[in-house]
């Protein structure tokens, strides 16, 4: 009788059959790779002046410059290479800074309800309809734009769908017998959500998390796009908003609009797959072809609820 | 000796929320009205009862999980509404609880030794790691999963209904209770196994003396179990006694029609069915006078007046109901 | 409740008859469950046939495979259902979709999944009379359903009402009403009960025995309940593990059971009127059908277990006319 | 209604806490000596003190407690929302809300004219995708939509912008081709149209892939419940089912998202505005921004926020509706 797996290796041997989350993973850690390695794998450092001609303005892809040159006849596959920096960090701080507020109202307002239940949500709702990106153009707009303070506007108004999510969660799982039984023991607030409530709200973060990382790229994307990026770091947006403005179109010249544009995309998309992947793992839903018979049914039939067990 | 348990004059009430922005008028669930009970020690009292009669609120107010609108409940003696918070730990590590949905109450990412282990955690009572161990193994096996070891590392989907039930029970048992309060225990399990589990209540009950508040809906399964039976009916105690003479010759209307629609399997058994009309009406609007009355076979006129309270009928069986003429005491 | 004169029953000409039916259930990492084997039974006119046995032993995979309502992982392997002088599994879907309802109601468990929570439940029973007798006209349908929810006891002025705002008896009886709507001869009954209180229960069982004495109607009784299936039924299958343990008249079933799955689930169930006996059980637990035991699915909890049984899957035995049980130890007899 | 209170309050002092000098920011000339800026300053209000206590809030200025509240600039500025007036925008002179007016009604014709588009199309692909669980189709709708959803806004536009106006002879963007006359009305609403493909375009692909996801996932838990194995035990065909039972119950938490959604339709809007040139409220709030023209910014604000508040509540009337459950929980 061996002892069952860890929920670690069973969720592991469960995602690795999953093709949506697997392809995304590896497509974001390839990405994540190429940010980390950029000064290795870009052909030019694309923070180094260099003295241009007119030919090499939007210059056609060439062996020299693979992806062809933009305005300032720099280099775009190293501009390209380098510009995942930024979006990977602004992706991955925003969204813990939100999942973090969204996570700590949506449990609180779950698990204690009455006023502070009504208060927060009251607070969020009103978050939610307040339309995020105009604010957040106008903050960054306003105050200076440079990383971090790109990074804290997108992270401190990102929350707001998180915490709905997190407190619907924390509802469902606060209705469930075994916290009952948890009270019944006598134990207290703290135990019962350090022990019971996180542990199973938790899969959710995690998939919301990765979505909230997609949903900060993009969002840094328009702003850079928009001419709020950090004027001393190349990011995607950045270059296609030189390209865009300054005439890429008009010359024709679509290599220096493709590229970045595809980065942002190869980020997100592999967020989304992994997103998906992950629910799909950790929240499976039994789809069994519905226009037969119901899910419910099938469970019943199967005595699925039940499992067999050892030592009789 | 003290009973283990005395209610008295329990209520509980649950206030309705209106949506009439200026209805002032506020109004209650009445899920328990006016309840008073013992439970001797080593006894095993089953409350039975339809869905919406108050016997689950009876039984999360028992174990302080829900505060009572009035009344008193004494635990050992204590009233428990004015125990402090020490007090209190100390008092609930001597009432236990078991509940009906054995896959509900586990929680799913646990392992079973982790879960017979919490109570220990909660309450600070073991230091060393062996010794909690020692514990959680005498439990388990106590509960009669053995050997303990083969379950200690699983997680609760890996076992069955019955097994799992266990569990529940050997975490109850690691902190060596002295009440029981089991909500339907065995009502989401399958017929072939409920027999095993009640016994193993009755055997708790034989070799370390516990008492068992047992709720449940289950007629035919009390009397296997209970030495007496208290019957609810919308919040309130319609009969209470020994549990062959209210099984055998029950007093109350409804305890009687309650029992005569109990399926019996036996094709051969005819008996006379007497099926009430209508549904338990609900809690918030009460009827004047005898609650029972406007679906009561036997009712008249007076029962719309006069609330009936318990009275002896012989003694140790006591009914709440106009109808029912005493004996003779003997 | 009458059980009827099995003699007359025994003269009632044969409705359906179902010869060794067996699905399986295709598993994505695992050889197919086989969940229904060789399962054969007759269903004469009036009569109400208990399907009797714990969770995951094939009833409710038996109720669907005769509906034809298996979901997509479930296939019918073998066997025939002959219903009205045609074999129901040799249907075209068209066809079969004409059967069901019209000739074949079902009554569900939990009858809140059940109706659709976003129709009026009046709407829900016209949608079944609507469909099956191409009736247009809005009053004549209304008719019905006032008629129908007569039938089971609920007021007219209640159709227009939705599901949440019925009780769960109310809920139930909704469900049987919509269950009549095409006349059926047959009604297959999935634990109809089995949520309800006792209270409940023994009205919506009235009913149900009312209304087929008054319509003459074959019910397929599937519960769990051996108390309700003595109260309800002319004859029983128990069904263990996907196969039939015994088949026969209800008397038999409780006075000369043979099979010993039979024997110790009726010493399991409680009986009200002998309240003083002790409860048996049966240890360990029902097998999930898709980790069946070798040979006979009840040899690891069986009392009278021998060599035999963990090798070989008894077949159905004749042990008398109308009485037949899978056990190696009847055929030894 | 608090929230419609709380944005207004929120949008008022939000203006007020961030940095530089709305005035000097407003208009933006070193020649202005301090007499004429102060002039300006009395002209748009921002002499009087911002509320009871705070003379202004950045920096901040603490003031006299026990002044007529009505005479600061708070009071003043409900006052005149109240009365329809947004203020005067710093840049044009003009009011804004005569501004925004015409504006919301170009952004109107492009945010509508997509989400409907993306609405009807994501939730028939959604459900297309639902009844085919598991095949090629599925998997192919599957695929598109994450892709959708993955696309940056702008980027979309500009590439859309790129084909449509190199090969497709698509007009680069705007509203009207400059310089044309119109001899009907009709020739003018073709001009428009034929401005619209690109953009209405570019936000239906947006939004597309979102609802026919949530679409699929909710038909598929729908199609699970055990009303559908009753309607099809009542003989119904998969068509009825679908279009009977099965959609309406999953148009529950479409109505849901859709309202939520609202909020980022302005998002795609600033993007697309930009990108196509299109005179709406997006690329007004993204012009008025690096313009710091704070009156127009806020009443573009105040207009938007309330749209949502608006198109929520009508979502929540929408969905008691479908939901017969609402009105008695």
Redesign the interface.
Known sequence: MSPSPPPIRSFWRTFRRNRMGMVGAVMLILAVLMAVFAPVLAPYNPYQPTRVTIDDIYAPPSPEHPFGTDDAGKDVLSSFIYGARVSLIVGFFASFISIFIGGVIGISAGFYGGKLENGLMRFTDIMLVIPDFPLIVLLVALTKPNLLNIILVIGLLGWTSSARLVRSQTLSVKQRKFVLRARAIGAGNFHIIRRHIFPLVLPLIVVNTVLVISLAVLNESALSFLGLSDPTKISWGQMLNFAFTRGAMSAGAWWALVAPGLGIVWLVLSCTLLGQGLEQVLNPRLETHHLSVGSKMVARMMGIKETPAIGD | MSPIVQVTHLRKLFPVKKSGLFDRNETFVHAVDDVSFTVGRGEVLAVVG??GCGKSTLALTL?G?ERPTSGVIQIDGQNIATLNGKE??VV??HV??I???P????????TIADIVA??LK??GLVKNKQERQERVIRALEDAG???AV??????P???????RQRV?IA?ALV?EPELLIADEPVSML???????I??LLLELRQTRGISIVMIT?????V??VADRIAVMYLGRLVEIGP??QV??QPQHPYTR???S?????????RRE?V???G??PNPINLPPGCRFHPRCPVARPHCQQHDPQLRLVPVGHEVACLEVTPKELS | MGTHNPYSLQKAPVLMSVTDLSTDFLLESAPPAHALVDVSFTLREGEVLGLVGESGCGKTTLMLSLMRLLPANGRITSGTVNFMGQDLLGLSENAMAGIRWKHIAMIFQGAMNALNPVQRVGDQIAEAIVQHNYIQDKGVVDGRVIELLDLVGIGADRRSQYPHQYSGGMRQRAMIAMALACNPQIIIADEPTTALDVMVQAQILELLDNLRQKLGLSILFVTHDLGVVAEMCDTVLVMYGGVTAEYASVDTIYNDPQHPYTRELLRAFPDLSRPTEKLASIPGHPPRLNALPPGCRFAPRCPAVFDRCHTEQPALHLVKPGHWASCHLVEQM | MLTILFVITLNFFLFRVLPGDPARAGVRDPRLTKEAVEAIRVRYGLDKPVINCFQSLNPVEFGDCFINPLDTQFIIYVGNLLQGELGISYHTNRPVADMLMEMLWNTLLLIGLGQILAIVLGMSLGVLAAWKARTAVDHGALLFSLTAWSLPTFWLGIILLFIGSSYWGLPIGGRLTPGTVYNTSIERWLDIGNHLILPTLTYTIVFLGEYMLIMRSTLLDVLSEDYILTAKAKGISTFQILKDHALRNAMLPMVTIIALNLGFTVTGAIQIETVFSWPGLGGAIFTAVNRRDYPMLQGAFLLIAISVIFANLVADLFYSYLDPRVEDS
């Open positions: 339809e869905s174990m999980l209190m730990q609930r590590r236990q609880m509940f009906q949905d896959y509900e109450s586990l929680n799913p990412i646990m919490e109570p909660v309450h999963l053995k050997p083969n379950f200690m590392h699983r997680l989907q890996e076992l069955s209904g019955g097994q529940v975490g902190l399958d017929v072939s196994i409920r027999a095993e009640l016994n809906h289950d007629l035919g399964t009397g296997y549990a062959l099984l055998q029609a309650l029992l629609v109990v399926p019996v399997p036996n094709p051969r058994q069915r099926i009430l009309q549904e338990t």
